[in-house]
């Protein structure tokens, strides 16, 4: 097989603007909910995923599809949501070897809290800023890439 080519800079200024706008866009977020609402992003993230069912809860493998995270990333993200009170863990009477991650009433609070801020955020840091054919555009691009991972032979 040859050995792939480098990119040209027309694709490393898109990669690499691609890689700096999340995490720009992330770090900024997270700083802003911290701070607001004392919530991470991935604190967020699992609450509000909670938040939206009726009871609350979901299998932890349900939540790491859901999140699209890494087993060991949930854990310890799971683990310091508990110690603070934002979820707990439950048995599941349907699977004596599984778990259910359920919001508390604390959690509930506070996911509450954050939603508008979150929601403000992604409008001033993110949507705001784009135009609607920039936001359609990065719609179908998004919906391209995520078609083409979902045909990927070698994801587990």
């Known amino acids: 097989m ?6 040209n800079e027309r694709e490393r200024r898109a990669w690499y603007g691609f890689l700096t706008m999340q995490e720009d866009v992330r770090r900024h977020m997270n700083r802003q909910l911290v701070r607001e609402a004392g919530l991470s992003l991935a604190d967020y993230a ?7 069912f009726s009871d609350g809860s979901l299998r932890v493998f349900e939540l790491r599809e859901r999140l699209r995270w890494e087993k060991t990333r949930l ?3 799971i683990s310091r949501m508990i110690a ?10 349907e699977d004596s070897r599984g778990t259910h991650v359920a919001i508390t009433e604390e959690g ?3 996911i509450e809290k954050a939603t508008p801020l979150h929601v403000r955020y992604v409008h001033e840091l993110f949507l705001d800023v ?18 083409n991972l979902r045909d990927d032979p070698f994801d587990d």
Do not use: I, K, Y
């Open 2 to 7: 040859p050995e792939p080519e480098g990119l």
């Open 46 to 52: 699992v609450l509000s995923t909670l938040f939206h």
């Open 75 to 77: 854990t310890h993200q």
């Open 84 to 93: 603070r009170g934002l979820v707990e863990r439950r048995s599941c009477a």
């Open 108 to 110: 509930r609070s506070m």
């Open 130 to 147: 784009l135009s609607p054919r920039q936001l359609d555009t990065l719609a179908a691009v998004s919906q391209t890439v995520l078609e």
